[in-house]
């Protein structure tokens, strides 16, 4: 498939210094992988389409980005703040990840203080902006609330983000691939003439799952402590998954979710050694 070219910003209409912007956050890879180790570990991105596997250099591989469809300022200075909003959650994520899975639940006042509902808002931003890249991406465009909702002059109506919880990502001994995207999947509501989107990412013991759909949205949460839900595929076997049967279970790990339709999925990954 032939990536198509794009000649504005998705989000302002500039047709200026547009540039990519990372599938999954630069700071994961950052986190994950050291900036001289990407030849040695031969990490790769694996997009099952057609089977196709690329070696990723480093964390600036166009590979990982999206095409260039944001401008500079979008990328950049308008969107930092929800960048730092994000990055903190994941920070007090990683430091706290056993106690998480534990508990089943974040305290956003740990993570944000007491700025934890404008920070939370923030965070969301994130998600809907890298939502709305996945959508340009595919040809499809950001409802107009989720414009306005990055502009900060509605509330998010058009999106539903859940928190799920993947506690096996804990219990792997191996390396396990801790940076993940699903596929986005589309669907025609006939009702209402319109296409609903769901997908999802994962970071390490953490999906975040999106639902695109006009209304879906709640209110803004009234509290600060946020339920999560959990998925554990360790219920479905009655061994550990392990080294050997890792390549088994990652098929289902991308799948399970969403129905079996796996044709369209990509995954990075530690090249993991079969034997
Ligand atoms: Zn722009």
Known sequence: MKSKSFKKCWWCNSTEDLTREHKI???????FYKKDEYKDIDLKLFKNEEDRSFIIQGPKSDFIKFPKFLCKV?????????????????SYFFENED????EKRIDLE??????????WILFKKYIVKHISCRL???GYSPTQNMLNFLNGNEKLKDVKVVLRLK???NQLSLDFPPLSIGRLYHHENIINNEIEFTGWFTVKSLSIEYFVQKNISEATPRSNLLRLHTTDYNMFSNGLINRSNINEWQTIF???????DSEWY???MKNVDPS
Not at 99 to 102: G, R
Not at 113 to 118: A, F, G, T, V
Not at 254 to 260: H, I, L, R, T
Request: glycine content about 4%; charged content about 35%; hydrophobic content about 20%.
């Open 110 to 119: 740990k993570i944000y203080q007491n700025q934890w509902r404008e920070k």
């Open 136 to 138: 340009v991406e595919k």
């Open 74 to 90: 979008c990328n950049g200075s308008r969107s930092k703040p929800f960048d730092e909003s994000y990055d903190d959650f994941f």
């Open 266 to 268: 990509h995954f990075y």
């Open 254 to 260: 991308e799948d399970y979710q969403f129905g079996s």
């Open 25 to 31: 956050k630069k700071t994961h890879f950052d986190y």
């Open 167 to 169: 506690p096996y990502a």
């Open 99 to 102: 106690e998480i899975l534990k």
